[in-house]
């Protein structure tokens, strides 16, 4: 991936407004991303995450606003994996190789392109999965593979939708770690993601979105009370463990008809820091 | 033995024939690849009996047949393609109200007033005997522009089939490569209708490629061996057209339909796995994206 000026800004949303048909399911939102930043963007489902990543990928217009985007911007984009035909007849070279469609004519890897492929997926360390068809890797192997994908074109700015979503907590550590690394190689990555413990404390920088952003910041003065209720329209609670925010659902914890009541609820085992060992932010 | 084999050779038709069944069956086995991956078997089965509309009219007309079918096709699968992609309605009833429709059209001018030129029944069911030059030169064109289209275009083709939102993320105008595959499939419809009919090709575009699915989990060997199942189809359901004295379409496409029972009896579970996958809903046919923002 190349190395990008941290602060350098990569695209802005400003006053955005977009939807399907006549609903509107962004209105009025600004967003810039620079650089070498990790943001996670959360929210109810509904709220227009995978809208937003459309938008900033440019393959939805916006009815209102603009996004400005810095010239030549090379982005990657990656699915959900739920999106995915696991079916399709596809090895994992194939798949990786299909996302190089710009240059060469020809439908056969040039011995550049095959070299390319091959440091992308020993980085991932799925070097020795090259032949197998897509269908035929474990979980954390296919979200590897459209990572892979997305790398090989070599972007500045990588998208990912929900990326643990329906994963384990094993899984969900795997992906958050090798995120974090290419981040740190300078990769900004913009994620979509409903898990506020397991992923959006762990970033840098949290933007909560219910159509509109209600908040944008580090995690310790984004998921709070006050924003997270606005965001999901839910009473909420935050705890602090570790030097990290914990968010609590206080529904369940003084539902007077709940069969168990946890009066005094442990953060559950993957809340916990697990990409630094230092508190985010 | 040799002799009574070689013998319907001695006549053009034949040949004509037999080159027009082989490289409509490679032809169809390509296209049908993408057909059948996109999930749009019934498209190609839709585009077919719309394409027998100008057939009709065109016959009627006094026109040029491939000119006139061919104009009819390839609008009829730009409309196709703009309805599936903007879901104005359903795709399976836009497609059910433009497809039928047209064939009814062809159906009811005939009853009308009658046919002149081209054979009705050779159109519905496909005919050796009225294969001419002019239908060599046909699908030898179309087989060239498609091969050129996937030859040049291989990447983005197989991007815009296997995940078009991502594929047009990454810059490739995905628009304009289903509008490409679906005037490529009206021209290969087009060009095999005299020997297929319009009734038989769609499994002509189904078969080759189930078949091969079947045997491989690459899309490079599936492209490669639908093409070669498809030729060979063709070639072989031919000469047994001949031979056994029956109609050029059903005897391709049962040549073809036995090869797929064989294929799916040796591959056992692995075949009928892969054979269940393509029937499964493909996210190829899922909902399409708005037009690209810049």
Redesign the interface.
């Known amino acids: 991936m190349s190395a990008v000026a941290e602060r350098d800004e990569l695209l802005a949303l400003a006053g955005v407004t977009c939807g399907y048909g006549h609903e509107a399911v962004l209105i009025d939102v600004d967003l810039a991303v620079h650089g070498g930043e990790f943001i996670g963007i959360v929210g109810p489902s509904g709220a227009g995450k995978t809208t937003a990543l459309r938008v900033i990928a440019g393959s939805m217009r916006v009815a209102q606003g603009s996004v400005t985007r810095r010239a030549g911007l090379r982005m990657a984009y990656v699915p959900q994996v739920e999106t995915i035909n696991w079916s399709f007849p596809v090895t994992v070279r194939e798949c990786v190789l299909m996302a190089r469609v710009h240059g060469r004519r020809v439908p056969w890897a040039s011995r550049a392109e095959r070299a390319q492929v091959a440091a992308v997926l020993a980085q991932l360390d799925i070097g020795d999965l090259a032949d197998r068809h897509i269908r035929e890797l474990s979980g954390g192997q296919q979200q590897r593979v459209f990572i892979a994908r997305a790398l090989v074109g070599d972007p500045e700015l990588l998208l990912m939708d929900e990326p643990t979503s329906g994963v384990d907590v094993r899984l969900r550590h795997e992906i958050l770690h090798l995120l974090d690394d290419l981040n740190a190689h300078g990769l900004a990555i913009v994620l979509s993601t409903h898990d506020l413990n397991g992923i959006a404390a762990h970033l840098p920088r949290v933007v909560c979105l219910n159509r509109s952003v209600i908040g944008d910041g580090v995690p310790h003065d984004v998921l709070t009370t006050d924003v997270l209720e606005r965001t999901y329209g839910a009473s909420m609670e935050v705890l602090v463990h570790g030097g990290m925010p914990v968010v609590v659902d206080s529904f369940r914890r003084h539902a007077p008809h709940h069969p168990h009541p946890h009066p005094h609820p442990e953060p559950p085992p993957h809340a916990r820091p697990h990409v630094h060992s230092e508190a985010p932010g | 033995m040799i002799d009574e084999f070689l013998r319907p050779f001695d006549f053009e038709f034949f040949r004509n024939g037999l080159l027009v069944a082989t490289m409509s069956g490679a032809l169809c086995g390509a296209i049908g690849v993408y057909v059948v991956?996109k999930g749009m078997s019934y498209i190609g089965h839709g585009l077919s009996h719309a394409i027998f509309g100008g057939f009709a009219a065109s016959s009627l007309l006094g026109i040029n047949y491939l000119l006139g079918a061919g104009v009819w096709g390839v609008v009829s699968a730009l409309m196709i393609n703009g309805v599936t992609r903007r879901r104005i309605i359903g795709s399976d009833a836009a497609i059910g109200v433009i497809t039928t429709a047209s064939f009814a059209l062809g159906l009811a001018l005939f009853a009308l007033f009658g046919t002149s030129g081209r054979s009705f029944d050779a159109a519905l069911f496909g005919s050796i005997l009225g294969v001419g030059f002019d239908d060599v030169i046909a699908i030898f064109v179309v087989s060239i522009l498609a091969a050129v289209l996937?030859?040049?275009r291989?990447?983005?083709l197989?991007?815009t089939t296997?995940?078009p939102?991502?594929?047009?993320?990454?810059?490739?105008n995905t628009a304009r490569m289903d509008a490409l595959l679906m005037v490529v499939l009206a021209g290969s419809i087009l060009a095999t209708m005299q020997v297929l009919g319009v009734t038989l090709i769609a499994a002509a575009l189904v078969i080759p490629a189930a078949v091969a699915?079947m045997l491989?989990?690459?899309?490079?060997r599936?492209l490669q061996l639908a093409t070669g199942i498809g030729a060979v189809c063709g070639f072989a359901g031919m000469n047994l057209s001949y031979h056994l004295d029956i109609q050029s379409g059903p005897t391709i496409v049962l040549v073809a339909a036995t090869l797929f029972a064989l294929v799916f009896v040796v591959t056992g579970a692995t075949g009928r796995r892969?054979a269940a996958?393509?029937a499964?809903p493909?996210?190829?046919g899922?909902a399409p994206?708005?037009?690209?923002?810049?």
């Open positions: 991956l996937i030859f040049l291989y990447r983005a197989l991007f296997f995940d939102e991502v594929a047009d993320v990454a810059g490739v699915r491989t989990n690459s899309f490079a599936m892969r996958a393509i499964a493909v996210p190829g899922r994206l708005p037009a690209r923002a810049d």
